[in-house]
Structure formats: C-alpha cells, structure tokens
C-alpha cells in the first residue's frame, strides 16, 4: 500500500504534533561526539609532531651516527603507532583500545621526555655549548614540551570519553 503525500511533500504525521512522543538524545552521547571530534584534533597535531621529531631525529643521527639516537628513534616509531591505534579507538569506539593507547603512549612519551633530559643534562656538563650549537637544540627541546602538553590534555580527554562511553552504574 503506498503512503498518500500532502501537498506540502511531507508524509503525513510529521507536522510536528508528535514532538512529545519523539526520542531525546542522552546528553553523554553527544559528550561523547564531541570529545571525539576534540580528539581528532589533538591525534592529528601530536602526531605532526611526533613525525617532525621523528624527522629530526634522523637527521642528527645522520650526523651522530644512528648507534647514540636508537632508543629516541624507536621510542617515537612506538609513539606514532600507539597514537594509530588511539585513533582506530576513537573512530570504533573501543574502550580497550583507547586504554592500550594511553598506557602505550604515556610509557613512549616519557622515554622521549627522559632521553631528552638526558641529552640536554649531557650536552650542558660536556662542554660549554657555543649560540649556534644551543639554537640547533631547541627544536628538540620545543617538540618534547609541546609533544608533552598535548599528551597531557589527549589523556584527560581519552579518559573523560572512556567514561562518557561506558554504562552509566545504577543506584540501588
């Protein structure tokens, strides 16, 4: 049986009157979409900035030698594909996911922050660094703060959707 149109296009029962038996959507669903569409934003600038670390990583170890730049190398390669499978997470939304990526990129993040350091604590008690030697450091330097921060507020979003995602508990 075909449904008969008004003469407006409309099929019938869609002028509104309904709007007391219609679906509100829950406000944690669209917490939900919009810490996504934040995250998405967040992967996409951590992950620039991961490659341009990873970028001119290989280029100092070109100089160095690859042997003294190893862990920062891979250290940065693991970044990058925790924050690949972070990013299936949030399109899927799978928890277990997101969770893998936070414990996987926080460990990446805080051997890149150590190796870092400990670059830097050695290359000030080597030797007294000359203006061009200490300006060749600080793109290192700034990527570590800024990868840094921006791990500092993925996280709290990943958690702030890892609970908007889950059922909510019942009170008895």
Known sequence: MQQRLSASGRPSGTDGYDFSYRMVVDSRYQKVARTKSILRSFFLVQAITLLLGLVLLIFQSASEGLASRVLEISTTACGLISLIIGELGRKRSRVNMLRFFMVASSIAVSLLMFCAIRKGSGFMAAKSPSFWE???????????????????????????????????????
């Open 134 to 172: 200490t300006i060749l450091a600080l793109p290192e330097v700034a990527l570590a703060v800024v990868g840094l921060m921006f791990h500092l507020f993925i996280i709290g979003y990943t958690v702030h959707l890892i609970a908007n995602m889950s059922v909510p508990k019942r009170a008895s």
